[in-house]
């Protein structure tokens, strides 16, 4: 049983004047211990980015960059095609912008989450994900990488001695083999199932996939999106199941230090 668990939720998902989901990430930010900033090629720009760091760091958050597929227009939810050097470069490039926000507002890097598309393309890439992990090794040794504990991502850190944290997703579907259902539209769900299976997950270890099979599950941080429908709804559901089982929530950061 976990008795400490992480909340991170993808943040900063909007573009001037145009907002995605039905959450204000100035509500979501004291519910959560982690936020995964957008960092402008699937969403944000740099006012957006500026006040999404400041938020995180007025609320003790941890700071995580959340770099994505060159796809304004698609939410970074469809693949682009690229050499794995290529594509890295572009995570490259949005990392380092995130990183001077944060170091404007006095704050660090604490993760690095791949959003969407290039989160399940480094998944099911080794290539990618080992060329990836080589650049965390380099310029941000201390950062954590946020990754499904059945993925390419994932094996490549432990290989090379890098720290990841192992997500386990509230609002997403899984498959008999742990993975993730992708879908581009999840709907509106039952924020109180989405407590239960939380809860479940911490407590057991489980989860139902979509067949109906239960999966076991390793995870350090619960990850829900801030595009879903009644996000709000979701992680005050969540939250008040977890500290109801005394489990703790604090960023993946101080669990790992303990």
């Known amino acids: ?36 900033i957008a960092c ?64 404007r507002h006095g704050a660090r890097l604490q993760h690095v989450k791949p959003h969407g598309a290039l989160y399940m393309e480094m998944a099911a890439n080794p290539e990618l994900s080992q060329i990836f992990v080589q650049y965390m090794r380099k310029a941000e040794p201390d950062a954590f990488i946020f990754c499904m504990d059945i993925s390419a991502t ?50 057991e270890g489980k989860a139902r996939a979509v067949t109906g099979k239960d999966i076991d599950i390793s995870f350090e941080t619960i990850c829900f999106h801030s595009d879903t429908p009644g996000a709000l709804d979701i992680v005050r559901h969540m939250r008040e199941a977890l500290t109801a089982e005394g489990i703790r929530i604090a960023p993946v950061s101080d669990i790992v230090s303990r």
């Open 40 to 103: 402008g090629f699937h969403a944000a720009d740099p006012n957006l980015m500026d006040d999404t760091v400041r938020l995180a760091a007025d609320h003790g958050v941890a700071i995580g960059a959340h770099p994505g597929f060159n796809d304004l227009q698609g939410f970074g939810r469809r693949k682009i095609a690229g050499t794995a050097k290529e594509l890295v470069n572009d995570v490259v490039y949005q990392i380092g912008a995130l990183k001077e926000f944060a170091r």
């Open 154 to 203: 994932y094996t490549a850190a432990v290989e090379a001695g890098h720290r990841a944290a192992r997500e386990f997703y509230a609002d997403r579907d899984y498959d008999d083999s742990g993975s993730i259902v992708f879908t581009r539209d999840a709907g509106r769900p039952d924020p109180a199932a989405i407590a239960r299976k939380v809860v479940r997950a911490c407590t």
């Open 1 to 36: 049983m976990r008795d400490v668990v992480d909340i991170n939720c993808d943040m900063g998902e909007a573009f001037g004047r145009w907002r995605i989901g039905d959450a204000d990430d100035a509500a979501l930010m004291p519910l959560v211990s982690s936020a995964n």
